[in-house]
C-alpha cells in the first residue's frame, strides 16, 4: 500500500513540476513579460493607479481619462486587497499573449461574493475574506514593452476590461 501512495504522490509531483516548467518556458518565449506583469499587479497591491495606467495599453489610455481611471479604482478597490496571483498557463490569442491566472484576493466581509456563496455555505459559516478568483489576463507587445489589454475580470473593478469606457 505504500508503494502505491508513493507512486501516486511522485505522479502528482511530477504532473506539478511539469506544469510549473512549463509555464516557465512558455513565459521564456516572451522575454520581458514575466517582469512587466509583476510591476503590474504590484502596483495594484500597492494601489498605485497611476502606475498601473501607465501599464495599460495605449488603446485604453485614449478611451480612459488618467484621472478618471484613478478616481474609479480607488472607489472600486475600497476594502479590497490583491494579495498575490499565479500564472496557470501562457497561450497567444490573436496577437496577444493570454495568462490563465488565479487572483488571491482580500474583500470585505459583505462582498458580493459571499452573497452569492450563502445559499451553499452553512449557516453561522464566517464570512470568506480571502478568495480565490479564477480569470485570463491579456497582454499586448507595443514597440518592445508590454502593456496589459485585460487585467483579469474581477467584478469588483469596473476597468479590468480591455477599454474602460463603461464608467
Known sequence: MFKSVAVVLAALLSVCLISSCSVEAKLA???GLKERVAEYYAAEQRNDWEQSYVLRTPAFQK???KETYIAVMRRDTTGWKLKGYEINAVKEKNGEVVLFMTFYQEGPPNNFYNELARSNIPPNTPPITTLELQSESSWAQLDGK??????????H???DGPLGINY
Open 157 to 159: 473593478l469596473t476597468f
Open 146 to 155: 508590454w502593456y496589459v489589454h485585460v487585467s483579469g475580470q474581477r467584478l
Open 29 to 31: 518565449k516572451y522575454p
Open 63 to 65: 478611451e480612459t481619462p
